[in-house]
Antibody, heavy 122, light 107 residues
């Protein structure tokens, strides 16, 4: 069974940093691209970032580019999101999601974690 | 960025009724369109990809159609467990983008 478990969400002040993690199990992690998708309270879904299986391809939403950094450690089956210069508009539930493709990336998501909540407030 | 627009935003339906949800893309996404279901307090679940292919374990009452800029998700006979929010998402262009969601609620 595919499992994705996020952690690291917390209350943070504007301008500070947080690091989110996602630990994967139940599948061969290093065969899949991975994504972060967020959902502000009561709002819809917003794609945040993507990393290919080998970390050679990385992409960010315009809203986070230059502030967030995605990375992965295939040896530890883990995905990370370093969030710097946090803004109040970054407040959201952050989901780790698996890309459906096993080579390259397809851009849609067949497995999701339960999310970790980031609240940015002074 | 391709903007995805869903309609209606909310639909009040009785169990057993047929439901049709619409999704429009600001540019053609060919058939690279997925649908997700999200229930309160849960993560989204992939329902359909490639416009019309059901994901693993998805009941046959869910079907998708369309191409280019106009897409539809149909639930042939709404069950109690289908009351949820439904999102469309295009993955033809980067960045991938979601519609605003359509809430299917009990009438």
């Amino acid at each position: 069974e595919v499992q994705l478990v996020e952690s690291g969400g917390n209350l943070a002040q504007p301008g500070t940093s947080l690091r989110l993690s996602c630990v994967a199990s139940g599948f061969t992690f290093d065969e899949y691209a991975m994504h972060w998708v967020r959902q502000a309270p009561g709002k819809g879904l917003e794609w945040v970032s993507t990393i290919s299986w080998n970390s050679r391809y990385i992409a960010y939403a315009d809203s986070v580019r230059g502030r967030f950094t995605i990375s992965r450690d295939n040896a530890k089956n883990s995905l990370h999101l370093l969030m710097n210069s946090l803004r109040t508009e970054d407040t959201a539930l952050y989901y780790c999601a698996r890309d459906v493709g096993t080579s390259g990336w397809s851009g849609y998501f067949d497995s999701w974690g339960q999310g970790t909540l980031v609240t940015v407030s002074s | 960025e391709i903007v995805m627009t869903q309609s209606p935003a909310t639909l009040s339906v009785s169990p057993g009724e047929r439901v049709t949800l619409s999704c429009r893309a600001s540019l053609s996404v060919i058939t690279n369109l997925a649908w997700y279901q999200q229930k309160p307090g849960q993560a989204p679940r992939l329902l359909i990809y490639g416009t019309s292919t059901r994901a693993t374990g998805i009941p046959a009452r869910f079907s998708g159609s369309g191409s280019g800029t106009e897409f539809t998700l149909t639930i042939s006979s709404l069950q109690s467990e289908d009351f949820a929010v439904y999102y469309c998402q295009q993955y033809n262009n980067s960045p991938p983008s979601f519609g605003g969601g359509a809430k299917v609620e009990i009438k």
